[in-house]
């Protein structure tokens, strides 16, 4: 079955740097296209970058210019390198898996916490 397994989140100062990585398997990833969101607590989860498996990348407005997703297919990994970070970027972040568009296979999530 697919799995997804994220790592590298933890506690960082704001101005900081952290970079999550999601290990990929079960699945054809060269050909999936993969995201990353975030779900702050009391909040609804919300979309923060996707790589498509041509590594067309998107972002949403509020981490455009910090964060950058990049996916390395001979690892089957996808990374967000997030930088400038502030504390409303704290939450929970998960990554995400699926074909045609849509992210149907989830990961745990990795705690990210920037404080002030």
């Known amino acids: 079955q697919v799995q997804l397994v994220e790592s590298g989140g933890g506690l960082v100062q704001a101005g900081g740097s952290l970079r999550l990585s999601c290990a990929a398997s079960?699945?054809?990833?060269?050909?999936?296209?993969m995201g990353w969101y975030r779900q702050a607590p009391g909040k609804e989860r919300e979309f923060v970058a996707a790589?498509?498996?041509?590594?067309?990348?998107y972002y949403a407005d509020s981490v455009k210019g910090r964060f950058t997703i990049s996916r390395d297919n001979a690892k089957n990994t996808v990374n967000l390198q997030m930088n400038s970070l502030k504390p409303e970027d704290t939450a929970v972040y998960y990554c995400?898996?699926?074909?045609?568009?849509?992210?149907?296979?989830w990961g745990q999530g990795t705690q990210v916490t920037v404080s002030s």
């Open positions: 079960g699945l054809t990833f060269s050909g999936a296209g």
């Open positions: 790589i498509s498996s041509g590594s067309s990348t």
């Open positions: 995400a898996a699926g074909y045609s568009g849509r992210h149907d296979y």
